[in-house]
């Protein structure tokens, strides 16, 4: 590795309850996944930014440098913390997952861009202070957010997650998961904007969901916690139901859910994750069987969130990953 290269990586993530209502105050239920992103930091001795990935290449000053596609959270994370820079960098962006697939690829590329300059710099490494600054730019790129899959991708494990009063507890539990992609999304902001637009017809009726919301997420901890996967899935479908209730639910995830809690190897629970109206939907157990043209991700939890591969490296003795920059 060359001198002062700085290497880091965080999971993906999937919302496991409490999706919109987090929004309002409300808890949440997310786990990191088994897919990483990993960010390559390598100072320069200009004042030049160039950034690689699979997506893209952009080249910059960094005295000029403004959010720009399609590395939006990228260069609104390197705005944000430009004061601390003292020059130019190299930045390569490696992904284990499609950007297009709901896996928390913002927030996941976020905080390991964040932690990653917090090495460089030598600046704050405190979790807390990284996921203030990660919801920061998530709220400044997409206008809101509650940073629960950034939490995901700080602290890895499950988490249950508050946003105001902001709070969070990770625990190294490992449910069997599954995703199943829809084959098409709506963008977050979007699909906020419309809950949002349905909730002041109805302020009182939403309020009372998101409530319901959140027992969810209250009865569902302890479940997650004694590993009683099947009552945990019965609680997941509830969730469902209430997302229906907000509106997000499209006729592909409903399809998805009814098959995924029939199918060989499911425990029964099935569910939207995440913002809703495309996407994916989750399940208990690992599913088995055909879900053409859907495509089923078996995943695992992840226990460790965002972390310096260059430690992890010189541990395991392993040499840097290829700079060849590929989504899987």
């Not at 999971?11 to 409490?18: D, F």
Request: aromatic share 4%; glycine share 8%; with cysteine.
């Amino acid at each position: 590795m060359s001198s002062g290269e700085v290497i880091v990586s965080a999971p993906g993530s999937l919302m496991l309850m409490g999706e919109h209502a987090v929004l309002h105050d409300r808890r949440a239920l997310v786990a990191a996944i088994n897919r990483r992103i990993r960010v390559r930091l390598t100072p320069r001795a200009d004042r030049k930014i160039c950034i690689r990935s699979a997506l893209g290449r952009l080249d910059t000053a960094l005295d000029r440098l403004a959010i720009k596609q399609p590395f939006t959270f990228v260069t609104a994370a390197l705005l944000q913390q430009r004061p601390h820079l003292r020059g130019g960098l190299n930045l390569e962006i490696q992904s284990e997952f499609s950007h297009e697939i709901g896996f928390g690829s913002s927030a996941a590329v976020t905080v390991a861009l964040l932690r990653a300059l917090a090495e460089l710099n030598r600046t704050s490494r405190a979790n807390k202070k990284i996921l203030r600054d990660a919801v920061a730019v998530i709220r400044q790129v997409q206008g809101r957010g509650s940073g629960t899959d950034a939490a995901a991708s700080l602290l890895g494990g499950i988490v249950c997650y508050r946003a105001e009063p902001l709070a969070f507890r990770s625990f190294a539990i490992a449910p069997p998961l599954a995703a199943v992609y829809c084959g098409y999304k709506t963008p977050t902001a979007g699909v906020i904007a419309q809950v949002e637009q349905h909730r002041r017809r109805q302020p009182q009726l939403f309020g009372k969901i998101f409530d319901l919301m959140d027992d969810c997420v209250a009865r569902a901890w302890p479940l997650l916690r004694r590993k009683q996967w099947r009552a945990l899935g019965e609680v997941m479908n509830i969730h469902h139901g209430l997302q229906t209730a907000l509106g997000v639910n499209t006729p592909e995830l409903e399809d998805i859910c009814q098959r995924l809690r029939r199918a060989s190897g499911s425990l029964g629970g099935a569910k939207i994750s995440g913002s809703g109206l495309g996407d994916c939907a989750i399940a208990l157990g690992r599913p088995r069987g055909n879900f053409k043209p859907y495509p089923l991700h078996q995943l695992q939890v992840e226990p460790t969130g965002v972390r310096l591969e260059n430690e992890t490296q010189a541990k395991q003795g392993l040499t840097p990953p290829n700079p060849l920059l590929q989504s899987s």
